[in-house]
């Protein structure tokens, strides 16, 4: 993440990642599908696209 993030320092990216991505996951680090979905649904729309896949077919949800 801190690639991604650019010139963060290290507390900042653990800032972004506690807020903005370990919220949309289970506590045992498993996706959490209902919310991944809208969000799938929700950007499809905001491209003006469709949503063509769920998000149990994005994600890996079985070892």
Do not use: K
Not at 22 to 39: C, K
Not at 45 to 63: D, I, K, W
């Amino acid at each position: 993440m801190q690639t991604f993030l650019g010139g963060h320092t290290p507390d900042e990216v653990r800032a972004h990642y506690d807020a903005f991505i370990s919220p949309h996951f289970s506590s045992d680090g498993q996706v959490d599908l209902a919310i991944a979905d809208a969000a799938i649904t929700a950007v499809a729309a905001e491209l003006g696209v469709p949503a063509a896949f769920t998000a149990a077919e994005f994600y890996r949800t079985t070892l």
